[in-house]
Structures are given as structure tokens and as C-alpha cells.
């Protein structure tokens, strides 16, 4: 079962950042992270285990999802733009920190970067740690607090309560 439609995400963030295709294939993706996420020390993934059933608490998953799809797609856009055109430079610990081109000429090779940082979702292009900042932001954002149809809080990660004690 999907956690989010391609009509959910639609109604949030528009059909012209994403086609049905593009979302399917990072909404996989993203229901992923959201499992990783909602699994406790014992292996329940809580999402397949006890889908919320209150309208609120679903909701909450279906935006959840569809914000970590939107995510993702903005962290390929920046991959993308990096790879065609944007420059980088690598950090003493290997990540690479994209750099915005304000100028560039030809004669004896001078380039000028834009002053200014590059946004999160910049950064988090070329470190792995970043990107799992992002996505972990995003999730606790959209799931913190909301009980699966059991009760039991999703991000919760101790064992899962026999049903019933829930």
C-alpha cells in the first residue's frame, strides 16, 4: 500500500514539479526513508504493521511522504544543476560544497562566486550526512507524536507492545 497518491502530492505541491512517473519512482524512495524511520529495535516497521486508521494521523503520513518525495526531487534538480554547470569544491572530509557562479571569463580562466552559502538542500548534494539530516528532519517534522493504528507512536523505536497493551 502506497503511502501518499500521486493526487495527494499534486494537491500539495503542484503537477509541474513532478510527473506521475517521476513520483512514483521517488516515492518509493522516500516510503523507504519513512519505514526506516518508523522501525523499532525489534523490526516492526510500524507503517506496514498498523497503517493509522484516525483521518488526522493518516493525513500526517500522506504529507509526510509527499514532502520526502518533493525532497528528493529537489535534491536530484540540485545534482542535476551541479552537474551541468554549478561548481564545487571539496571539503577537507571529501563531501563536496556546492558554489554558485556569479561569473566566469574566458582569457586566463577567472571564475567569481556568488557570496553567500548554498541552501540545505544544496549541501546535502555531495554529503551523505546531510541528506540523512534532511530526510530525518522531514520525517520527524510530519511524525512525531502521531500513533499508528494501535496507539503506539511511530517514531517510537523500543519494542513493539503486544496488542492489546498498546
Wanted: glycine content about 8%; proline content about 4%.
Amino acid at each position: 500500500m502506497a503511502y501518499a497518491t500521486y493526487e495527494d502530492y499534486t494537491g500539495l505541491y503542484g503537477a509541474e514539479r513532478l510527473d506521475e512517473a517521476g513520483f512514483a519512482r521517488l516515492l518509493w524512495e522516500a516510503e523507504r526513508v519513512m519505514d526506516q524511520a518508523t522501525t523499532g529495535v525489534d523490526g516492526v516497521v510500524k507503517l506496514r504493521a498498523a497503517m493509522p486508521r484516525e483521518e488526522q494521523a493518516a493525513q500526517a503520513v500522506r504529507r509526510c511522504a509527499c514532502a520526502l518525495t518533493e525532497l528528493l526531487a529537489r535534491l536530484e534538480r540540485a545534482a542535476e544543476s551541479i552537474s551541468l554547470g554549478r561548481e564545487h569544491a571539496e571539503n577537507a572530509d571529501g563531501t563536496l560544497q556546492p558554489r554558485l557562479v556569479a561569473a566566469r571569463s574566458s582569457g586566463s580562466e577567472s571564475v567569481t562566486y556568488a557570496v553567500g552559502s548554498a541552501s540545505a538542500v544544496d549541501a546535502a548534494v555531495g554529503d551523505p550526512a546531510a541528506w540523512r539530516q534532511l530526510t530525518d528532519d522531514t520525517v520527524r517534522r510530519y511524525l512525531a507524536g502521531v500513533p499508528d493504528a494501535n496507539g503506539v507512536n511511530l517514531l517510537y523505536m523500543g519494542p513493539y507492545p503486544v496488542r492489546g497493551e498498546a
